[in-house]
DNA sequence: CACCCGTGGGT
DNA sequence: TACCCAAGGGT
């Protein structure tokens, strides 16, 4: 088939070099994958070469703590992710001896593993042919068929797409030559459609709609939380911090508690309520420290940061699953969610 | 199946 | 600024 020719041809000319290209360590392979989802390369790749120096194989990060396997991943987003990848990595090492399963039906139930990076791993460890349809995937054929409905709607029938264009003879270069090519060419904005291999066939540049598709999902306003957050000294110049619950939002990462500021109520009586609530102590809120403003995917925060002292009580963890008192210099071996990091930073220059 | 789950970069 | 969205999966 033409499609196929071109884009090998194009890929073997074109194609992307990154550092896990021309490797055939599926472990590897599969810690790239798990980056990867909703992350961009140029992100990812600081991360995978600390992770493999860190974690060079199945059994070490198999054995290693979940504290420190969410240390090495701080930053990065997605912590389910992480939580997800040591526990397959167990998983793996008890269930098939530590050896990276090769049938699709085992390796789609592993935790953090979909369709998408099952058919990633075993095309591109193995060479298996199996499809994929990740981001790129479903931009580049939305625009190839000029496809008429946001591709959220059209799930199946852009698997179908995949598995009908996919090369069974070169599957795995099909597969990173079609990410390759909505990567590079096929962009979500300005697509340098003259450059592409698939040019004649775009059903969407043939229309002129490239830079109309695929459609869009409309979506409704984020809800906008405003946050009092309190950093709570004792009388050793220590810092209180607690570790959020394993499931949900920032799960298992550490943060300075704080919580919702209620209409008709300030700041301060805000973060003195929520400490008591949370932590059962009794604190004074002192001077504000910083605001960040912050963007997650489903919701906005502005967390208002003060200096508070440590009163009376002894801390207990009522809505997390731990509360230490630390330092600066001790606190960075916690991992934190960026927005965090950031308060950190702001408690360092606000030394004297 | 609609919603949840981070962070950084582009427009 | 505000919004979109990236090599998606879990529930």
Known sequence: MALR?????????????????????????????IMLQ???????????????????????????????VLKAWEGLGYYTR?????????????????????ELEKVVKLPGIGRTTAGGILSSAFNQPISILDGNVKRVLARLVALSDPPAKAIQFLWDVSDSLLDPDNPRDFNQGLMDLGATICT????????????????????????????????????????????????????????????????GLWEFPGGKIEENETVEECIKREILEEIAIDIEVGEHLITLDYAYTHFKVTLIVHLCRHV?????????????????????SFPFPKANSKIIEALRNNQP
């Not at 793996?92 to 050896?99: F, M, P, Q, V």
């Not at 043939?206 to 459609?215: A, F, I, R, S």
Request: glycine letters at 4%; aromatic letters at 10%.
């Open 188 to 251: 979500r904005s300005q697509p340098k459609c003259l450059l592409c291999p698939w040019l004649s066939h775009c059903q969407a540049y043939q229309q002129g709609k490239q830079n109309q598709l695929p459609m869009r999902e409309d979506s409704s306003p984020l809800p906008h939380k405003k946050i009092g957050v309190a950093v709570i000294y004792n009388n050793a110049g220590e810092i209180l911090i607690d570790r959020r619950p394993d499931k949900g939002l920032l799960g």
């Open 5 to 33: 020719r071109s884009l090998l041809l194009w890929y073997q000319h074109q194609g992307r070099e990154l550092p896990w290209r021309n490797i055939d360590d599926p472990y590897a392979i599969w810690v790239s994958e």
């Open 82 to 102: 992480a939580r997800n990848l040591y526990k397959t990595a167990q998983i793996i090492l008890k269930d098939y001896r530590g050896i990276f399963p090769r």
């Open 38 to 68: 909703q992350t961009q390369v140029k992100t990812v790749i600081p991360y995978y070469q600390r992770w493999l120096a860190q974690f060079p194989n199945i059994q070490t990060l198999a054995t290693s703590d979940l504290q420190t």
């Open 312 to 332: 009376a009580g002894e801390p207990q963890a009522i809505e997390c699953q731990e509360i230490r008192w630390t330092t600066l210099d001790e606190i960075d």
